[in-house]
């Protein structure tokens, strides 16, 4: 049986231990968009959360249910802090695999079993389809497309064109489209449509695309479109 009294009583004897360690705590924290964690610990630009259980009862699943904080990125550690009494080997083997750390929690302090598993950033490479060729008067489709192939999401994804002549966006067409997050392993694709100028002069143009996202090096490229005479 625990010795703490409620879930709340064991929640401010960890918080207690942690500023002890020189952490900066904050409690019932809610992290980007809207996950709630129960505590918030900072020190040297890192930040863990650790989620306090007192039951033995969903202590596995507290440890699923924690595991998707690991690709946050405003999170660099995830911890359940748990009475000892209730962290079985294979309690801890599951959180190990899944990259959850553990604290065990006695009367005397906190004692760190598992370490939590620290992602790598998120990480974007791109790619662009698009036709070589385009004539006079055409409306054509380009395609831009982001991989995540870090260990976190990335965030607030613009994708763009300049619409420089002679190509033009067309009546209730995009410049810019937006995603608002890519979780790690997932690509996403879009496109958008793009008018030639009926005044264009045959010859090869550049388009000018642009690919951003929060923490993101820009990526900008430029591809040359020959424009030809409308088949008219």
């Known amino acids: ?22 952490y900066g705590v904050s409690r019932e924290v ?13 020190k040297a630009d890192k930040n863990i959360v650790v989620q306090v259980k007192l039951h033995e009862r969903g202590l596995s699943d507290d440890i699923s ?3 998707p904080l690991t ?8 911890y359940i802090a748990a009475p000892k009494v209730h962290l079985s080997d294979q309690l801890l083997g599951f959180a190990e695999r899944v990259g959850v750390g553990v604290i065990s929690v006695t009367e005397q302090g906190l004692e760190w079993l598992i370490e939590g598993e620290k992602r790598s950033p998120a990480y974007l490479t791109t790619g662009a389809s698009h036709k070589t060729t385009v004539c006079v008067g ?4 380009i395609k831009l ?6 260990g976190k999401i990335a965030r ?5 064109y300049l619409p420089a002549y002679p190509f033009r966006q067309p009546t209730g067409e995009r410049t810019r489209r937006s995603v608002k997050q890519l979780e790690p392993g997932k690509s996403v694709e ?22 951003i996202a929060e923490q993101q090096k820009p990526r900008e490229d430029v591809f040359w479109i020959e424009v030809k005479p409308s088949a008219l």
Do not use: C, H
Request: net charge neutral.
């Open 1 to 22: 049986m625990s010795t703490f009294p409620s879930e709340a009583a064991l929640t401010d004897f960890v918080a207690a231990k942690l500023v002890q360690d020189s």
């Open 30 to 42: 809610t992290i980007y968009p809207r996950r709630r964690v129960d505590i918030l610990a900072k």
């Open 65 to 67: 249910k924690s595991e």
């Open 71 to 78: 690709i946050l990125p405003e999170v660099d550690l995830v």
């Open 138 to 141: 055409e409306i054509f489709e």
């Open 145 to 150: 497309s982001a991989n995540n192939s870090g």
């Open 156 to 160: 607030d994804i613009l994708f763009s």
């Open 190 to 211: 879009v496109s958008f449509k793009i008018r030639v100028q009926s005044d264009a002069l045959p010859k090869k143009y550049p388009l000018y695309t642009r690919i």
